[in-house]
């Protein structure tokens, strides 16, 4: 019997550039109807998380920016953080800018952007440049130092595969920090500690819930500690070939609404 079940946005349940479609935002209300817990698990900020999904009926537990962040939206409390110290995001941040790469950071569940906006954000991501023009400073890194408030994650907008390897290997400069990615077009760097399976696993022993009870669905690397950890794991057909290898089962493409297929076997299965 699953009781708590996780599960990615972008890639998962909602197709670029649209609307999570309709079978499985009706399956997950149903998973909320019968006391399941539903929990969005999203490389995220909080505030750009789809309004539908929010507005789910019982909603209550969100894990964002890669599982840095835990909250209970419902009584508005933060559960747990796990950030990047404020002078290693100003460093890496520096870095990125030296190497001619776009970056945005999360904090506070905000996210701040470099006022000056490469023109190839528009071709990777043309449908979500809204995220690029939030709170736009001068001197990102010379605003984060400043603050002096840890990072919940840095986005790195790298789409040349030579260049982004290289960067996985700079990144390995800073021990404290863990690097992944949501999609071919970027990297993610959050503190270590801070992913969706560690996320998933503090939720569920909050909760009382064994791991054997909890369900996972996703479809890039950054999901795949969430679908290594839980009881019961799922991918999307179009997920990348490591995160389908470890799920132990998959669901048709996003843009068919197929985890709505999976959804409906965890309630049959009650």
């Not at 507005?55 to 409390?77: C, F, K």
């Not at 999360?106 to 996210?111: A, E, F, L, M």
């Not at 595969?161 to 970027?186: A, F, Y």
């Amino acid at each position: 019997m699953v009781r708590l079940i996780a599960t990615d946005l972008d890639g998962t349940l909602v197709p670029p550039g649209r609307p999570v479609p309709e079978p499985v935002l009706a399956a997950l209300q149903e998973a909320l109807d019968r006391q399941i817990q539903v929990v969005p698990a999203s490389g995220r900020s909080l505030a750009a998380f789809p309004e539908e999904i929010l507005g789910l009926s019982g909603l209550r537990y969100v894990i964002s920016s890669n599982g840095a962040m835990i909250q209970d939206i419902r009584e508005r409390r933060l559960l747990r953080q796990v950030l990047i110290e404020a002078s290693d995001a100003a460093e890496i941040l520096r870095m990125l800018y030296q190497e001619g790469l776009y970056s945005c950071v999360y904090s506070g569940n905000k996210i701040y952007n470099w006022r000056w906006l490469p023109s190839y954000l528009e071709r990777y991501y043309a449908s979500r440049m809204s995220i690029f023009r939030q709170n736009p400073q001068e001197d990102l890194a010379a605003f984060v130092e400043q603050c002096g408030s840890g990072v919940e994650k840095l986005f790195i907008a790298v789409h040349d595969p030579r260049q982004r390897e290289r960067i996985r290997q700079n990144l390995g400069k800073w021990p404290d920090v863990r690097i992944t990615s949501s999609s071919s077009w970027n990297l993610e760097v959050n503190r270590q500690g801070a992913d969706k399976g560690s996320a998933l696993a503090w939720l569920a022993d909050w909760l009382r819930i064994p791991q054997e009870e909890t369900a996972a669905l996703g479809d890039n690397e950054n999901d795949r500690t969430m679908l290594a950890f839980a009881g019961r794991s799922a991918a999307s057909e179009n997920g990348t070939k490591e995160a389908k290898m470890l799920a132990r089962e998959l669901f048709p493409p996003c843009e068919d609404g197929g985890a709505a297929v999976f959804l409906k076997k965890i309630l049959l299965d009650r």
